[in-house]
């Protein structure tokens, strides 16, 4: 089965700065790779994902990237603030197999 | 839209005994989930459906059962509640039936003593 990898596990950056964090998956087949925000107490929430299709693709603050050949996939925020805090998830899915695969996790704390 | 939801909120349950985790979503979706996290591990898929009648194994499926009658409705069964089900509980659903774009509920805590 797929196995994804994420990293760092914690992260710290002061305000304004950038953040980044990197994800691995180890299944070719894997063709969608979204990434998740969770906050304390609250479910993940969907902030950006990415087809095989495609290499990058940015929402305003927030980019992600893509590297098909060597199997890594990131996330990247600019101009970090302190609402930024929060765990963030990776994850890959065989849309063939309908599986989502999470990584274990980033928390990232955003220095005011 | 009330998106997906999830009850009860919190529950305490003793060893061997058994409950169902409720979990229920308005926007219509086919694809449906149930994941556990716990610390440091990320969120696993238990079981998922991608229709009503219609439910598979995810990665760790003992212990656990569902049933898919209704669209709107994707109850997780613990038969025999054991300390190692201790966990948060995810519900989440999807308009792609290939479980793409997954949107989580607010979570379910569980503690089996």
């Known amino acids: 089965g797929e196995n994804v990898e994420q990293h760092p596990s914690t992260l710290s950056v002061q305000e304004g700065d950038s953040a980044v964090i990197k994800c691995t998956y180890s299944d070719s087949a894997s063709n969608y790779f979204p990434w998740y925000k969770q906050e304390l107490g609250k479910g993940p929430q969907l902030i950006i994902d990415i087809r095989s299709n495609v290499g990058e693709k940015k929402d305003q603050r927030i980019a992600v990237t893509l590297n098909k050949t060597a199997k890594h996939f990131s996330l990247h925020i600019t101009e970090t603030q302190p609402e930024d805090s929060a765990v963030y998830f990776c994850?890959?899915?065989?849309?063939?197999?309908?599986?989502?695969?999470f990584g274990s996790g980033t928390r990232l704390q955003v220095q005011p | 839209n009330a998106g997906v939801t999830q009850t009860p909120k919190f529950q305490v349950l003793k060893t061997g005994q058994s409950m169902t985790l409720q979990c229920a979503q308005d926007m219509n979706h086919e694809y449906m989930s149930w994941y556990r996290q716990d610390p440091g591990m990320g969120l696993r898929l238990i079981h998922y459906s991608v229709g009503a009648g219609i439910t598979d194994q995810g990665e760790v499926p003992n212990g656990y059962n569902v049933s898919r009658s209704t669209t709107e409705d994707f109850p997780l069964r613990l038969l025999s509640a054991a300390p190692s089900q201790t966990s948060v509980y995810f519900c989440?659903?999807?308009?792609?039936?290939?479980?793409?774009?997954?949107?989580f509920g607010p979570g379910t805590r569980l503690l089996v003593l």
């Open positions: 994850a890959a899915v065989d849309t063939g197999r309908r599986a989502l695969t």
């Open positions: 989440a659903s999807s308009y792609s039936a290939s479980g793409e774009t997954q949107y």
